[in-house]
């Protein structure tokens, strides 16, 4: 669809969506009769200027109030079909149900996913993690095999046997975290498998920023031969939000005909420009059942600057982020007046060819905020030497002294889901 067209859609799903929300779900209807804000939309814009944001701590506060679900599903109980869980590693996690006429749409979304990284009927892919209760796990497995794919999967196998699984039943793509893809590539060294010639030609990645980073990409690919790293995001809250441009790599498009999506200042909640950074803010436009107004994701992103009559390479339309997900709100830590986000360090680290697994410590020292970096030597890198290298690139990135401490291989934890590399102390 053209910009316009997709305006078009919107604004109709807008409308459907608002006037079905009242007087069912008691969450909306109560926050926006509080806010004074009439349920009709006069346009996007008009949507934009008068109805409020959500934050999720509201989300939090009211599933505390009125245990286990909360107040914000439009239907009766009976209605639902699904529970799915966030990970709850940024505050209390949040319990989210669909009906059966929701989660269809979120699985149409996800197989734009797939699409975009080019799965076919026929298709092989490994699910390298083990199923729990989110929702990605559950939509991404779903959805490749609507589309046709064979879906096998990867749960309760040591990484040595997800690797020997995916090379003897001749898996083209494989489903993870960018952390475990890297993982899956060391361990395949240390058990003298060799990935030259894997039939992997696709790694679709999510749970962290990490397949959006030209050095992550770059050591994936390499680690992988034959294969291109294709980045998602998405959230519990909200379903599958977003798929990698095909022809731009590192550049993700929003599903704008299931998302209304705005780009905000994080700080006063003002209109970003094209071309500027500022915070993700969803209105989830076909989850009717479990909806979500004017969302403060807390993720931080940027849009292409271009025309609305000039598609992107791909030819779609569809919002373009470039760099996909730049970090979070709430993940800056500001270190002798820098700015410093965890997918700059992330960079760094991974352009580092001698660079392994590696650790993040903030540290308050009389008032002020030190980075400290635990790091190991990568397969084929040597510890002499490690220190000094990355001193350089912080100094070149970011104009920063960081303490570095080089450790045995090993040492650090593996993740199979999010990696939590960063600690305050």
């Not at 079909?81 to 989210?96: A, E, M, N």
């Not at 797939?114 to 092989?124: E, S, T």
């Not at 994701?297 to 997900?325: H, K, M, N, Q, Y």
Request: net charge negative; aromatic share 8%; glycine share 10%.
């Amino acid at each position: 669809m053209s910009s316009a067209e997709l305006a078009e859609t919107q604004l109709e799903q807008l409308r459907s969506l608002v006037a079905e929300l009242f007087p069912g779900n008691r969450f909306y209807s109560s926050k926006l009769a509080a806010a004074g804000v009439t349920f009709d939309v006069g346009g996007l814009a008009d949507y934009s200027k008068r109805f409020p944001f959500t934050h999720k701590s509201e989300l939090v506060a009211d599933q505390m109030a009125e245990p286990p679900y909360g107040t914000n599903l439009t239907y009766p109980l009976t209605s639902y079909t699904r529970c799915h869980q966030t990970s709850g590693t940024r505050g209390s996690p949040l319990r989210w149900l669909d009906t059966e006429e929701s989660w269809a749409g979120l699985v149409e979304s996800w197989i734009e996913v797939w699409r975009a990284a080019g799965l076919q009927p026929g298709d092989r892919v490994f699910f390298a993690f083990s199923f729990g209760p989110f929702i990605g796990f559950w939509l991404a497995f779903e959805s490749a095999a609507k589309l046709g794919g064979l879906c096998l999967p990867g749960g309760g196998l040591s990484s040595a046997a997800r690797l020997r699984s995916i090379l003897e039943q001749g898996a083209t793509h494989l489903c993870c975290t960018p952390t475990y893809a890297i993982r899956l590539a060391e361990v395949a060294s240390e058990e003298g498998i060799s990935l030259q010639g894997s039939p992997v030609r696709g790694l679709i990645v999510a749970g962290e920023p990490g397949g959006s980073i030209p050095a992550v990409r770059t050591r994936l690919e390499t680690m992988w031969p034959g294969a291109r790293v294709f980045d998602h995001h998405g959230m519990t809250e909200t379903g599958p939000v977003s798929y990698e441009c095909p022809a731009r790599p590192g550049v993700l498009h929003v599903i704008e005909r299931s998302y209304f999506a705005e780009i905000v200042d994080p700080a006063s909640g003002a209109a970003r420009r094209s071309g500027e950074t500022g915070e993700l803010v969803l209105t989830t436009l076909g989850r009717t059942a479990s909806p979500l107004l004017r969302y403060r994701t807390g993720d931080l992103v940027c849009s292409s600057e271009a025309s609305p009559d000039a598609p992107c390479a791909c030819g779609r339309f569809e919002l373009a982020l470039e760099g996909g997900i730049l970090g979070r709100t709430d993940d800056m830590v500001v270190i002798r007046g820098v700015n410093v986000y965890p997918s700059a360090v992330d960079e760094i680290v991974r352009s580092c060819p001698a660079a392994g697994e590696y650790l993040v410590e903030v540290r308050e020292a009389r008032g002020l905020a030190e980075l400290n970096l635990k790091v190991e030597p990568s397969e084929s890198g040597e510890s002499s030497g490690l220190v000094r290298e990355l001193e350089r690139r912080f100094e070149t990135a970011l104009a920063l002294r960081v303490n570095i401490e080089v450790l045995a291989r090993g040492t650090l934890p593996r993740y199979e889901m999010k990696a939590r590399r960063w600690v305050r102390k």
